[in-house]
């Protein structure tokens, strides 16, 4: 009931498209859901978090949708440039549990020129 | 950067030695979280401590122990190593003590090697 499952493990796009990552959790406690970038060799960044009473949230080029119902999320990526590849992980989080976040295993994504 | 400075950066050492990990937090972040990040495991919160005691314990193994000093860094003591401890070692702050939505500062990490 922990879980977040994150899809797909990896991600190939080219430089001008839309990636889009997908998760889905069990637990209905989860109260916010942040995304984290990670480049290589440095600790995962805060992107954007939605909480779930919200069904889409944009900041730049970068879109959560939120399927309550169907305790999904997903992460749109518009107009991915070559700086965008990265790890992208998904992440759930129990408000008064602090920052004891559930990852996803994680989306390597890689824009091509 | 994130304001988190972790050290070493890079530790090879072999099984059944002891290796500690130091962590500072943000200036005025009193929260400091210790993750791990391996290949089949994914990221995985090991504990938290918050102005120097222990909020929350997640999948942290006993041979494993941290502790938060008065002046707020943090200590990941791992002993007994073994080959599947290798992994990346992330340290996060956060100026809050439970409530979060989920907004954590990671450090780059400690990678350790035990060989």
């Known amino acids: 009931q922990q879980q977040v499952k994150q899809s797909p493990q990896s991600l190939i796009v080219q430089k001008g498209g839309i990636s889009i990552i997908n998760c889905a959790y069990e637990?209905?406690?989860?109260?916010?859901f942040p995304w984290y970038q990670q480049f290589p060799g440095k600790g995962p960044a805060l992107l954007i978090a939605?909480?779930?009473?919200?069904s889409e949230k944009k900041e730049g080029r970068f879109t959560i949708s939120f399927n309550k119902s169907a305790k999904q999320f997903s992460l749109h990526i518009m107009d991915s440039q070559p700086g965008d590849s990265a790890t992208y992980f998904c992440?759930?989080?129990?408000?008064?549990?602090?920052?004891?976040?559930?990852f996803g295993q994680g989306t390597e994504l890689s824009v091509k020129p | 950067d994130s304001g988190v400075t972790q050290t070493p950066k890079h530790l090879i050492t072999a099984t059944g030695q002891r290796v500690t990990l130091r962590c500072s937090p943000r200036?005025?972040?009193?929260?400091v979280y210790w993750y791990q990040q391996s290949l089949d495991q994914g990221l995985q919160f090991l504990i938290q401590?918050?102005?120097?005691?222990?909020?929350a314990k997640g999948n942290i193994l006993e041979r494993f122990s941290a502790q938060q000093f008065p002046d707020l860094h943090s200590e990941l003591n791992l002993s007994s190593l073994e080959l599947g401890d290798s992994a990346l070692y992330f340290c996060?702050?956060?100026?809050?003590?439970?409530?979060?939505?989920?907004?954590?500062?990671f450090g780059e990490g400690s990678r350790l090697t035990v060989l």
């Open positions: 992440a759930a989080v129990i408000y008064n549990q602090g920052g004891k976040l559930i």
């Open positions: 200036s005025g972040d009193l929260s």
């Open positions: 637990n209905t406690a989860f109260d916010y």
């Open positions: 401590y918050y102005n120097g005691e222990e909020r």
């Open positions: 996060a702050s956060s100026p809050y003590p439970q409530g979060n939505t989920g907004e954590l500062f």
């Open positions: 939605i909480r779930p009473d919200v």
